[in-house]
């Protein structure tokens, strides 16, 4: 199973050539003590992170990739924050293709680290993610370099890659299958991709009345990557560039990207727009493996916290179904790890005191 189980319903590619590592059909688990500890009688996670690289993005690489061998180019030529690049390098090496990837200045050395053992170049570039006027010229160098044979440029964007993001649509294609009554689904956002992804997903099924009602799709950011959550909060038409802020790995996404394709689609839906802060996030990441047990990266633990800020504030009721995408597993970040565990002590017995911890005289 993976994405090509819906090849009806995303970016037309050949049998022939569709590149899969068996991403999608990610499971959907109910919360045991986070949900009930804040009267969520029926809050779902949905573990994006055990996709073959560890992320949500695999559902774009597979579809992009594959488009790449239908047009017949051979060398990809990409940005990331991290994970973007760990699924391109790795469906690319699938593939046989080379990729040449721009990454931010700050991305964790777990993703850093993938992109490298699946054979892709990598460069990183000072202040991307952070400067908006940076993200412009790297998108234009970038452009650019992708007109160029044999090339194509894979950006996890609608306005650059929309063969690729049709992948991510199946996020909503699966949820309608596993939840069908979900009211509302919490997304983290960057570039805003997947919450424009994720609503064109269920309003695909709408329309060919495989689903009554889209359920109301959020947009969950950094309150340092302000993007778009508070231009869709407030009722404006259009997302904002912004001075990144924010330490979430993955999300420091300063310029628009599909900011307003993301108010577009999520407005019509009943979703909003939430803002939380980095601190927040690490609590919830902390919270989730400990309580839950689900090890996940900070930018995955995005959509919950947005999720209990809004139940805080009353906007979603105790029994709505809802879901929170968890986009990646832990061992993308391991600085973030190490600040979870920052005052854990792992001491070193001999083996006497052993013994004696165990009665053994």
Avoid at 35 to 61: I, Q, V, W
Avoid at 296 to 308: H, I, Q
Wanted: net charge negative; with cysteine.
């Amino acid at each position: 199973m993976s994405i090509w189980q819906y090849a009806d319903w995303i970016t037309p590619i050949d049998p022939v050539n569709r590149i899969t590592l068996g991403e999608g059909n990610t499971p959907l688990v109910k919360s045991r003590s986070i949900g009930p500890s804040a009267g969520l009688t029926n809050l779902y996670f949905k573990l994006e992170g055990t996709n073959p690289t560890g992320s949500f993005k695999d559902r774009f690489a597979a579809a992009a990739v594959s488009h790449m061998l239908q047009t017949g180019a051979s060398e990809i030529i990409a940005t990331s924050s991290g994970n973007t690049g760990a699924s391109l390098a790795a469906y690319a090496a699938a593939a046989g293709i080379t990729a040449s990837i721009a990454i931010v200045e700050t991305a964790p050395i777990g993703k850093l680290s993938q992109m490298l053992a699946y054979g892709a170049s990598i460069y990183k570039v000072e202040r991307f993610g952070l400067d908006p006027e940076v993200d412009k010229r790297v998108f234009q160098a970038l452009k650019k370099m992708g007109r160029q044979p044999g090339r194509a440029l894979q950006v996890s964007g609608y306005v650059f890659s929309p063969e690729g993001m049709s992948g991510v649509e199946t996020v909503g294609f699966e949820l309608a299958e596993q939840l069908p009554e979900v009211k509302h689904v919490f997304l983290q956002a960057g570039g805003g991709g997947l919450c424009v992804a994720t609503a064109r997903g269920f309003a695909k099924l709408v329309k060919h009345g495989r689903l009554d009602r889209s359920p109301a799709v959020h947009c969950v950011q950094p309150e340092g990557n302000d993007t778009i959550a508070t231009p869709l909060r407030e009722g404006h038409e259009r997302a904002r560039n912004v001075e990144c802020t924010s330490k979430i790995s993955g999300l420091q996404v300063s310029s628009v990207v599909d900011g307003h394709l993301a108010i577009e689609a999520c407005r019509p839906t009943g979703g909003t727009g939430h803002i939380v802060t980095d601190d927040a996030i690490w609590h919830i990441q902390e919270r989730l493996a400990r309580e839950e047990g689900l090890f996940v990266e900070p930018a995955a633990a995005v959509a919950l916290t947005g999720a209990l800020q809004a139940a805080e504030r009353g906007e979603i009721t105790a029994d709505a179904p809802i879901v929170c995408l968890l986009t990646g597993i832990g061992f993308k970040d391991p600085a973030a790890v190490e600040r979870m565990n920052r005052n854990v002590e792992c001491p070193t017995f001999d083996l006497a005191r052993l013994e004696s911890q165990a009665g053994i005289n």
